[in-house]
């Protein structure tokens, strides 16, 4: 499994940013597929995730009207759409592939996911 993200950088609050992720070493449709991030002195906190053909997305809360994930199979790769950026949105963005099988309701819990990949940093600074 091979999971690389591209994408981040600076950017002013308000600003917006598209991450990207390229898969390969699996079959990108058979998952479901997650962005988490860390920030610094914190733990992975789960951000988004899509279900395999991308009919289902869910988002944690303080996101919720400002991302966008999205997948495209054709090109095995995953998105973040990131618009109004705020300060408390910095961190490390990883890409992430979930283990299988299915996904009850509410919040993501990261136990369950079995790669990602080495991250990409958004800062969000004025």
């Known amino acids: 499994v091979q999971l690389v993200e591209s994408g981040g950088g600076l950017v002013q609050p308000g600003g917006s940013l598209r991450l990207s992720c390229a898969a390969s070493g699996f079959i990108f449709n058979n998952y479901r597929m997650v962005w988490v991030r860390q920030a610094p002195g914190k733990g992975l906190e789960w951000v988004a995730d899509i279900s395999t053909y991308g009919s289902v997305t869910y988002y944690t809360d303080s996101v919720k009207g400002r991302f966008t994930i999205s997948r495209d199979s054709a090109k095995n790769t995953l998105y973040l759409q990131m618009n109004s950026l705020k300060p408390e949105d910095t961190a490390v963005y990883y890409c992430?592939?979930?283990?299988?099988?299915?996904?009850?309701?509410?919040?993501?819990?990261?136990?369950?996911?079995?790669?990602r990949g080495q991250g990409t940093q958004v800062t969000v600074s004025s």
């Open positions: 992430a592939k979930d283990k299988g099988g299915g996904r009850a309701s509410g919040s993501y819990p990261v136990d369950r996911i079995d790669a």
